[in-house]
C-alpha cells in the first residue's frame, strides 16, 4: 500500500470517529468513558498522520 492511500485510509478513519464523537455527544445517553475512548482514538489517528506526513517531508 502506497503510503498517500494509507494517508488516505487514517483520514477517512478520523473523519468517521469525528462524526460518531459529535453524535456520541449529542446523544444524552453516551458516557463519559465513550467519549473519552472515542476522543483517545481520535487523537491518536491525528498523531499517525502527522507523523507519517512529517516523515514524508524528510
Do not use: C, F, V, W
Amino acid at each position: 500500500m502506497s503510503l498517500q492511500a494509507h494517508l488516505g485510509e487514517l483520514y477517512a478513519k478520523h473523519r468517521a470517529l469525528e462524526a460518531e464523537l459529535a453524535e456520541a455527544m449529542n446523544h444524552p445517553a453516551s458516557t463519559d468513558a465513550e467519549i473519552a475512548e472515542l476522543k483517545r482514538k481520535k487523537l491518536r489517528l491525528k498523531d499517525e498522520i502527522s507523523r507519517l506526513e512529517h516523515q514524508h517531508a524528510a
